[in-house]
């Protein structure tokens, strides 16, 4: 039997002596997209840390097609898992394209020349997140959104097995919103991502997990975990689930606070 794409073991990840993590399990096939959902605070973005190695886990483990991640090198991990992560410093003080080449640095020893064909890689993954024109714009003259794509931009160039995403819809308009996220499915990756519009979550991904102050609440398919009852607990507010005419996939529709 194959080995999981991407595997939690009775993850445990602390702060300040409190568990910000809390038994978290899930195995993940290769090519399904798979969101985090749950409120702010929840543990999403500490979640997806442990699974790329930025945390070291209390307990529990992390397995890539059966490998211990914490067996990796910096180099196989980058080779394996590319991330686009929620906030950029400063030292983006690059251009687009310079950005877009460091997706090929784990490929590459210190002495390999830049080629036609990482040329060819670059100018294309500019292409799909529609920045060529902007190549030569310094990171930081970006919109928020044009960033966000420039990352994605990077982590296609990486062309890694599994892609890991914190919020990517975040600052993108609805257009890009659905642009990225079918582009991240149509590239073939494993996706792993955190996502706040549960909706959203519902239309692209394979498999939701739901977390709550650390904890998983619910690991199945979309229409399996947006449940009126469960979603009503964990986000405090009214809802209503339905199909949504338009896709035919599950629809959350919140009410207001009262
Ligand atoms: N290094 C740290 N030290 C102390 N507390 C931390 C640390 N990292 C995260 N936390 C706490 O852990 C909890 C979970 O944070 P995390 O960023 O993982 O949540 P999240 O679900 O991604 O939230 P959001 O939806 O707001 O992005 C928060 O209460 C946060 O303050």
């Excluded at 549960?198 to 650390?214: E, F, H, K, T």
């Amino acid at each position: 039997m194959t080995a999981p794409h991407l595997q939690a073991h009775q993850l445990v990840w602390h702060a300040d002596n409190k568990a910000i993590i809390d038994q978290i399990s899930f195995a993940q096939n290769k090519g399904e997209t798979v969101g985090i959902v749950g409120p702010n605070g929840a543990g999403k973005t500490s979640l997806l840390k442990c699974l790329y190695g930025e945390h070291v886990a209390k307990s529990g483990e992390v397995l890539i097609s059966g490998e211990k991640l914490v067996a990796l090198s910096r180099k196989q991990l980058a080779q394996k898992v590319a991330v686009v992560g929620q906030h950029y410093d400063s030292v983006f003080n690059l251009t687009v394209i310079d950005i877009v080449k460091m997706g090929l640095i784990p490929h590459k020893s210190h002495f390999d020349l830049n080629t036609d064909a990482d040329r060819a890689i670059i100018e294309s993954a500019l292409k799909k997140v529609n920045l060529l024109d902007k190549q030569f714009q310094y990171f930081n003259t970006l919109s928020g959104g044009e960033q966000q794509r420039c990352l994605i931009a990077r982590a296609i160039v990486q062309r890694p097995e599994i892609l890991i995403m914190d919020e990517p819809t975040n600052h993108l308009d609805v257009y890009y919103q659905h642009q990225i996220l079918s582009l991240s499915k149509a590239l073939g990756f494993t996706v792993l991502m955190t996502i706040h519009d549960l909706n959203l979550a519902a239309q692209y991904c394979d498999r939701i997990l739901l977390m709550a102050n650390g904890k998983q609440l619910a690991f199945d398919t979309p229409i399996n975990v947006l449940q009126q009852p469960l979603l009503e607990q964990v986000f405090k507010l009214p809802c209503m689930i339905d199909i949504h005419p338009l896709t035919q996939k599950v629809r959350v529709s919140f009410g207001g606070v009262s």
